[in-house]
C-alpha cells in the first residue's frame, strides 16, 4: 500500500479490525519509510460495475460517491455515519448479486430512496428533490404530501 505522506510503497499493518457493520475490514498501517500512520479499509467485491448513466454514458461505480449523495442529503438530520455505511454497503450488496455488470442510476437511485424512506423523512425528500429534479417548489410540496400520506398509513 502507498504512502499518502512520502509515496514509499512498503508499510507494515500494526492493526486490523472489522468496521462496525462488519462490510469490511480497517487496517492501521505505518509507512516504513517516513513512519507516518494512515488507516486502509478493505472490502469485498464481487464483481466490477458499470453504471448507466443518460444518454447511453458509461461510467465505473464508484461506493465514494455514493455514501457522499447520501450524506448530503441527510446532512444535520439524526442520521449516523454508521447507518449511511449500512445503507450504501447494502445496495452495492445487492447490486453486485444482481447478476449484471451494467446497472441504470435510475435503479441505484430507487434504492436510495427506498433505504432513505426508513430513515429519516426529510432526507429522503432532499435525495428526491436532486435525482426527480423538482423545479419548483410545488414539486416539493406534491411530493412531502404523499410522503406525509404514506407515514399515516
Do not use: H, W
Not at 432526507?123 to 407515514?151: C, P, T
Amino acid at each position: 500500500m502507498r504512502c499518502p505522506f512520502c509515496g514509499n510503497e512498503d508499510s507494515q499493518v500494526k492493526d486490523s479490525r472489522p468496521t462496525e457493520d462488519g462490510a469490511a475490514i480497517r487496517r492501521r498501517r505505518q509507512c516504513e519509510a517516513c513512519a507516518a500512520r494512515f488507516t486502509t479499509f478493505e472490502r469485498i467485491q464481487l464483481r466490477d460495475l458499470t453504471v448507466l448513466k443518460s444518454e447511453d454514458r458509461r461510467e465505473p461505480f464508484e461506493r465514494d460517491k455514493l455514501v457522499r449523495s447520501v450524506s448530503i442529503a441527510a446532512r444535520k438530520r439524526p442520521v449516523t455515519p454508521i447507518q449511511i455505511e449500512k445503507l450504501v454497503s447494502g445496495i452495492q450488496r445487492q447490486l453486485e448479486t444482481m447478476g449484471e455488470s451494467e446497472i441504470p442510476s435510475q435503479r441505484i437511485g430507487e434504492m436510495v430512496m427506498e433505504g432513505l424512506k426508513g430513515l429519516d423523512p426529510v432526507a429522503y425528500i432532499r435525495f428526491a428533490s436532486v435525482y426527480k429534479d423538482f423545479r419548483e417548489a410545488k414539486d416539493f410540496e406534491e411530493f412531502a404530501g404523499n410522503v406525509s400520506e404514506a407515514a399515516r398509513e
